[in-house]
């Protein structure tokens, strides 16, 4: 015998090394689309600028990845509200740099909201996730 033989179709999985084993996500994982929205400045009306107190502006929509990390239901005053932790993963674009935590983002489909509370980019700094937490402001 001068070799192994493989029998089967072979699968290769490419991981990432640096995140805990996770597959590398890929241009066509970016199934949703997703709105980034940017709080505008206000005027209290005496001249004073008031950073963020403005309505939000629509600043991009790109395609993204939907990963829900966990979620959490809290049962207060008969009312049951939850709170889930998700993943976004987008393509980095000149655009994407400029987001910050002050920013939320809308699923295009459901219109869900999403604050921003984290921004990690890829280790080849070709994507970037956005952790975010559903709801309201």
Request: glycine share 14%; with cysteine; net charge positive.
């Amino acid at each position: 015998v001068h070799g192994a033989v493989e029998h089967g179709p072979s699968r290769r999985v490419t991981k990432c090394p640096g995140i805990g084993g996770a597959a590398v996500t890929g241009g066509g994982d970016l199934r949703r689309s997703f709105a980034f929205w940017k709080p505008t400045d206000s005027d209290d009306g005496f001249g004073t600028v008031i950073p963020g107190a403005g309505p939000p502006a629509l600043q991009f929509t790109t395609a993204g990845r939907f990963r829900v990390l966990n979620g959490d239901e809290i049962y207060l005053n008969g009312v049951v509200s939850g709170n889930r932790t998700v993943e976004i993963t987008i393509r980095m674009q000149p655009k994407s740099k400029t987001v910050n935590t002050t920013w939320f983002m809308r699923d295009t489909r459901d219109n869900r909201r999403y604050n921003i509370k984290l921004m990690t980019p890829s280790e080849k700094g070709d994507f970037i996730t956005f952790r975010a937490e559903e709801g309201k402001p």
